[in-house]
Every structure is written in structure tokens, then in C-alpha cells.
């Protein structure tokens, strides 16, 4: 147990904007602040591994069905939506930055698979988007998720609070809540639970989500925020 000079230093050093909430949901205890601190560590770590998996599996089950549709395994560096459609519909300025990043990122001469894995998170999420859904999802993208049977809007929504999620965890912030679930900051669904982002996994295979079951903290994770509303602490 960290002693009261410990417990002044760490709360400076994590900046009191930062610790802020947690303070106030201990009621002012530095060190039962602390303790939530370490807990949102915690779950963030067993989180992350299971989104690691979530996005492989998007992207890679995208890439997939994409490769199959366009014909190359290098539609990406097509630019447009789709070489099949009468009428193409470019990527948006972003999406174009994220392609030309990711091939900088990964060299000009790296393989299809490797320049793939460089492309952000953001770029599955936005060709789930309305705008692609009659030139990608009708034609092929909703192969990319035989387990889901649902509107894309649904699935884009989704995806961008797993996005949302993703960020807040690299970025150190808070997802740790009273209420059996993750704090994703997105507007459209601001708590997630660890069942949910399993089920993302789940839409692209069902042995994958087996995999991610037993092979990452999701159950542990499933605990620790059980136990935690169990606490009674409101954590704002």
C-alpha cells in the first residue's frame, strides 16, 4: 500500500484533469481513487485483447469478400467504388489519406495482406457506411458476415463504437463503469458490453468467437465488471 506522500505524487503526476472523476467517485479517498484507476487498467487491458481479435477478424473477413468481388487482392488501391458499377463512387478524402498511409506505412512493394493490416480501423468502418451500401454491402460485403442477418446500419453503428472504444483504450482514458459494461464515448451507443464486442467477432465466425471465448480475458474482464457493480461506487 502506497504510503500518503506515494499517494499525493501519483495523483499529480496523473494529472488532477485526469483523476478527476475518479476522485469524486471515492469521495474524495486518494487511495481508493487510485484503486479504480488500476481497475480501469485492468479492464482495459482485458478489453483490448479482445478487440484485437474484433478487428482482425472485420478486416480480414472484409478484405476477403472484397478481394473476391473487384477480382484483385489489391482493390484497395483502386480508389473507387466499384470498377463493376455504372456510376463509381470514389473513397472520401480520409479514406483516400488512410489508404496512401497505410501504403507508405507497410512499403510500396509490401504484399496485399501486409498493407492491409495498416490500414486504422476507420476505414472498415466507414465502407459499412450508407453511402457504400448499394455498390459494396448488397454485392458482397455482407458476405464478410455470414452470421449477422441484420440492417448495415445496425453493423456500422457497431463498428463505430468498437472504433470509438479502440481509441479511448490507446488513449489511456476511462471505460471502467458501474453498469456491467465498457465506457465507448461514442454518441450512438456509449456502453458496450464485453458480450457485444464478442458478438462483433461472432457475425464473421463462429469459431473465431469460440477462439476469442477462451483464448483472451473476455470472461475475466465479464468478472471484473461484475464484481465492480457489485461495489455500489458510480463511477460519472
Request: charged share 20%; glycine share 6%; proline share 6%.
Amino acid at each position: 500500500m502506497a504510503g500518503p506522500t506515494q499517494l499525493v505524487e501519483i495523483e499529480r503526476i496523473l494529472s488532477g484533469e485526469r483523476f478527476r472523476r475518479y476522485k469524486a467517485a471515492a469521495r474524495d479517498d486518494i487511495a481508493l481513487a487510485i484503486e479504480l484507476y488500476q481497475i480501469n487498467i485492468e479492464v482495459s487491458e482485458c478489453v483490448f485483447g479482445v478487440l484485437h481479435l474484433a478487428e482482425v477478424c472485420i478486416r480480414n473477413s472484409m478484405h476477403s469478400a472484397l478481394a473476391n468481388y473487384i477480382g484483385t487482392p489489391e482493390w484497395f488501391r483502386i480508389g473507387t467504388v466499384l470498377p463493376r458499377t455504372r456510376k463509381p463512387i470514389p473513397y472520401t478524402a480520409p479514406m483516400r489519406d488512410m489508404v496512401s498511409k497505410g501504403i507508405r506505412s507497410a512499403g510500396h512493394a509490401a504484399s496485399p495482406g501486409k498493407i492491409v493490416a495498416e490500414l486504422t480501423f476507420g476505414f472498415w468502418t466507414n465502407l459499412l457506411s450508407s453511402k457504400f451500401q448499394q455498390p459494396l454491402w448488397i454485392p458482397c460485403l455482407y458476405k464478410a458476415f455470414p452470421n449477422f442477418g441484420g440492417h448495415p446500419r445496425f453493423l456500422h453503428r457497431r463498428m463505430e463504437s468498437l472504433q470509438r472504444l479502440r481509441n479511448r483504450i490507446a488513449h489511456h482514458e476511462r471505460v471502467l463503469t458501474s453498469n456491467n459494461a465498457v465506457y465507448t464515448g461514442s454518441a450512438v451507443q456509449p456502453y458496450i458490453t464485453p458480450q457485444e464486442i464478442l458478438q462483433c467477432v461472432r457475425w464473421t465466425s463462429n469459431d473465431a468467437a469460440a477462439w476469442t471465448e477462451w483464448g483472451t480475458r473476455f470472461r475475466h474482464v465479464i468478472q471484473l465488471l461484475d464484481q465492480f457493480s457489485k461495489r455500489g461506487v458510480q463511477l460519472p
